[in-house]
């Protein structure tokens, strides 16, 4: 089986651009609060607020609610930068104004590296990935292409990662950040306390790896750039 690269450690900022509330916490907390803890600075940028994504919620309520909800989530591992751009969700599309604002905050953040939603077909077979994730990591890549000096590299949370880290010591902290969506998981799931639901979604996520020593690990794949 081929082994995955250890993720780098010789950067100091990361940040983070994804579509929605709650992206980051599927997949990348628990690598993130590592990263914070061991003292480098990751940002997060959203396309949108989320405000779609509570059901039986008007969206002028719903996205300060969501809002809310992603700077606690951040806190918690350790991210106090979040901005929100804006964007409609569900309505998100690779357009010139969402790769310039890319371009704009990749600049005006300038990190060693980025890290983004995935925008691949499918998460696994019969899993279709999201419109909304595949046209914001489109325009994510188009925007990184088009800059003179980009950062480093550019990473994203795909299925067919390169790269890990090992994150055992982290897990806990990935299951509270992520239970911190508390409004928008107890209307997605009503019976299952949000704690549990965000337990087993992160026991998903972050398990022991065959291909990377066998620790626990979260993944990226390398798109752009030099490790
Ligand atoms: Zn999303």
Redesign the pocket.
Known sequence: MAQLLPFPIDFSTALVL???P??PEYGMSAAVARWTSEGRKVFYALASSGEAGIEGLAPTECGPVREGEQRASAAVVGVYDVEFWGFPDSSIFNTPELRGKVVETIERSHPDIVIA?YGGPEWAPGAPN?R??IEFATAVVEAYDSMDSPPRCLFVNGPTPTHAVEVGGFVDAAVNSLAAHDRYLSVLDPTTPVVEQARAQVAMMAQPREDFGGVVASCFELLRGTA
């Open positions: 994804v579509a929605h709650d992206d939603t999201q909304d994730h």
